[in-house]
């Protein structure tokens, strides 16, 4: 068999990435047979909404303590099948890239952070509303945002295959590094820039009730401004190009 890198597959996903994702699908799957009043209970008690936060939380179904654990749950649960396949692919990118940096137990809790940045961003610009949020997309955004510390080095180093073949090796940039990086500023502009379009200027376009620009950015700045402390490659100083010359393409 060859182990010519350039005949591996594009993504070869860590073990956790495959169980999470498989959470995910596993999820919705069973909630197209439970029927609409148990799969209304599920959204209850799952979805996060800034509404528990406020006087009128007491009113909603459920006990208090969801106020806090929908800020993670709210990954759980997708509005459709297409909601869960973009999520999915982006999960698969993104997550597999920093699941290779991180332990199993690391991934999981930075993924639970950046859900929980994405629905404070999202309950600070929508206090005491009735309205909520599902999907991973938030926690999916903070682990965009991590990979934005190691992926523009990546490529400076030996190129994006570097990612897969010598990930712990690719230096991780410090945060004065990487705002100081015009590709990284570059990037971070983008997507703000994308989501402030399709959340505010032109909501709807993806989804009839849009979608939650907030808990994209949320997310994204824990993932970028927190990726130091679950990370587990190689830092910034210590690092060689030598390091990384058997990973470079041919």
């Known amino acids: 068999m060859s182990t010519d890198p350039r005949h591996e597959p594009a993504i070869r996903a860590p073990a956790i ?11 919705h799957l069973v909630r197209q ?27 909603l179904p459920g006990p208090s303590w969801l106020a806090f654990t929908s800020m993670v749950t709210h990954t759980l649960v997708h509005g459709d099948w297409t909601h869960l396949i973009f999520n999915g692919a982006w999960f698969l990118a993104f997550g597999s890239i920093i699941a290779r940096r991180t332990s199993a137990l690391g991934f999981l809790a930075l993924f639970a952070v950046c859900a929980i940045a994405g629905a404070i961003a999202f309950w600070l610009d929508h206090i005491g509303e009735i309205t909520s949020i599902v999907g991973a997309s938030g926690a999916i955004s903070g682990l965009m945002g991590a990979a934005f510390r190691i992926l523009f080095s990546a490529l ?8 897969q073949n010598a990930p712990q090796l690719v230096p991780r940039m410090p ?37 939650a620009w907030e808990a994209h950015l949320g997310g994204f700045v824990a993932g970028f401004l927190l990726f130091d402390f679950f990370d587990r490659g190689r830092g910034w100083e210590p690092s060689h190009p030598d390091d990384l010359a058997d990973t470079r393409l041919h």
């Open 33 to 59: 047979f439970i029927g609409p009043g148990l799969d209304e209970w599920v959204l209850t008690y799952l979805a996060f909404s800034p509404a528990r936060f406020s006087e009128i939380g007491r009113e």
């Open 156 to 163: 400076d180093w030996g190129g994006i295959h570097a990612l």
């Open 175 to 211: 945060l004065i590094v990487a705002l100081q990086d015009r590709r990284v500023v570059m990037g971070i502009l983008m997507w703000v820039a994308i989501n402030l379009l399709f959340g505010i200027v032109i909501p709807g376009v993806f989804t009839e009730s849009g979608i």
């Open 17 to 27: 990435v495959v169980i999470v994702l498989a959470l995910l699908v596993g999820i």
